[in-house]
Structures are given as C-alpha cells and as structure tokens.
C-alpha cells in the first residue's frame, strides 16, 4: 500500500490550454474523491465516485471541468480551456467505507494558470 | 447542508503546552462523523482522528483527542505536550453517514505555530 498518488506535482499552464491530473487511489478503495484548495482556504469538494460511477458533482465544477474513473481505479481530473481562476491545489483522496477509517488523501498538484 | 466553522485563524504556542483548536458545526443529519486534518507546508493531508456522533466516548490517538460536546455542536482538537513538528494547519471537517458518507465538508482551517 504505497497511498494515493497523483501527477503531476506541479503544474503551470497558460490561460487557455487544457490540462490533465491523474489519481491513483489506495487499491482496496471503492471511493475516491477529487477536492480544490485554493490559498488560505479549507478543501472544497469537486466530484466522487464509487467504483466507475460518479454519484456526485459539486456546482463549483463547471462544464470545463470533467473527471472520470474508469474501470474504477485510477480517477483523471480534466480542465479544458484554464482561467487563472483555475489556480489551485487540487486534492484527490480514496476512502473505504468514509467512516472512522478515514479518507486517505494525495499530495495533491498545484496548478499555476499564467 | 453541513457547516464547518473554525474560529481561529492562527494559534501561537510554546513547545511542550497543550494546545485548543476550536471546531463547531451545524448538520440536520441526525448521524455524522467528525474528522481533524493536519497538512504541513509540503501540502498533503493527513489525518488525525475521528468521532462519530452517537459514539458514547471522546476520541483519543496518542497526544490528540477530541472534545466532543454534541449539545453544543462542538469538535474541538487537543494536543497535548505540543512539539515543533506540530506547527502546520489543521482543519476540521464533518461527514455525513447517513448518504454514505459521500464527501467531506472542511472549516477555513488553524494555522498553529509552535514556538520553542
């Protein structure tokens, strides 16, 4: 069990381009679960899914943004056409059940829009 | 709709005292889990220690637990015998069992700063 993985790190972008974040979740997790940090602020939920399916969005993930998990174990995170709005930490974390046992969060990728 | 509030934007403390970080919320949901956070500089979340609403005991894991006063709707963080690997900020954030558990709901986060 080596935790949650996300790529990249580190991310700048101009306005406008598209990017892509990857998360690997803790294998045995059904649950994953993508967040926005921005500076000085607590995460904000983005999206979750359960397994392949995703049962919930969040309104703070406009039509730019599209998240998927196929096969229900790695999650992509994409945001087309980046504002610099879009400047944020973005957090995915996996979890068992969601109950004592915790939800086991990444390091994160920050992304820079210029 | 779940609320998270953290009064304190930032805590200053000398090493070795325990030390408060204050948590209330507000939830219609009659069953819930509460959770603490801890992220350093390096920027990943790590927890710390969990209570579920009906459980009849405050949670304990080593130097943490966790006041909790249902009456009140409070959450509140102990640390005690505080050390410099504890300055980081720490959130607080509230979950709701009852949907499954489906996502978790953060405060604005205390930044502590544990001086030596």
């Known amino acids: 069990d080596t935790g949650v993985s996300q790529d990249p790190r580190h991310k700048i972008t101009k306005r406008g381009q598209n990017v892509t974040f990857r998360c690997d979740p803790i294998s045995e997790h059904n649950r994953l679960y993508w967040y926005r940090q921005t500076l000085g602020q607590g995460p904000e939920f983005l999206t979750y899914?359960?397994?392949?399916?995703?049962?919930?969005k969040s309104r703070l993930l406009s039509d730019r943004f599209s998240a998927e998990r196929p096969k229900g174990s790695f999650s992509t995170l994409e945001i087309q056409r980046t504002e610099q709005g879009d400047s944020a930490m973005y957090l995915c974390?996996?979890?068992?059940?969601?109950?004592?046992?915790?939800?086991?969060f990444g390091s994160g990728t920050r992304l820079t829009v210029v | 709709a779940q609320k998270i509030t953290q009064t304190q934007p930032g805590m200053f403390v000398q090493e070795k005292e325990a030390v408060t970080l204050d948590c209330t919320y507000d939830t219609s949901d009659p069953s819930y889990g509460l959770f603490w956070y801890k992220q350093p500089s390096s920027g990943e979340m790590i927890f710390l220690i969990y209570q579920g609403s009906y459980d009849q005991q405050n949670a304990t894991e080593g130097r943490y637990s966790l006041n909790f006063q249902k009456a009140r709707k409070s959450a509140n963080l102990v640390i005690s015998a505080s050390q410099l690997g504890d300055s980081a900020m720490y959130f607080c954030?509230?979950?709701?069992?009852?949907?499954?558990?489906?996502?978790?709901?953060f405060g604005q986060g205390t930044r502590l700063t544990i001086n030596p």
């Open positions: 899914f359960q397994n392949e399916a995703q049962l919930e």
């Open positions: 954030a509230m979950s709701g069992i009852i949907q499954g558990a489906q996502k978790l709901v």
């Open positions: 974390a996996s979890s068992r059940t969601g109950g004592r046992d915790g939800y086991t």
